[in-house]
């Protein structure tokens, strides 16, 4: 019932920046928080940033500066923009959808299968 699609990804120039878009069904973004990661090969899965349920993002500290996560709850659509792509940034992306937490964070529970990201030099 519950699908996460991800979009907008592939090749990209150093330097440049790109935007992803996640694309719900069977889920109401409104009624959740939703949040982008993604793994490189080899690597653990690394948070990018959550957004709460009344839209407000929270974006990995080592990532503040160059990135931007916003929703857009009548489409269904999670977004992910980031600048100053660097090699290092490629990796498999993912959009999330889960559970608020009383303390303030986000337990994903539906993923999107993940969009490539290459960033060459």
């Known amino acids: 019932q519950v699908q996460l699609v991800e979009s907008g990804g592939g090749e990209v120039q150093a330097g440049g920046s790109l935007r992803l878009s996640c694309v719900a069904s069977g889920v109401t973004y409104s009624h959740h928080c939703m949040g982008w990661f993604r793994q490189a090969p080899g690597k653990e899965r690394e948070r990018i940033g959550t957004?709460?349920?009344?839209?407000?993002?929270t974006i990995a500290n080592s990532m503040k500066d160059r990135v931007t996560i916003s929703r857009d709850s009548a489409e269904n659509t999670l977004y992910l923009s980031m600048a100053s792509l660097k090699p290092e940034d490629t990796a498999v992306y993912f959009c999330a959808a889960g559970q608020q937490l009383s303390s303030g964070g986000c337990y994903m529970n539906y993923w999107g299968q993940g969009i490539q990201v290459n960033v060459s030099s």
């Open positions: 957004i709460d349920r009344i839209g407000t993002p």
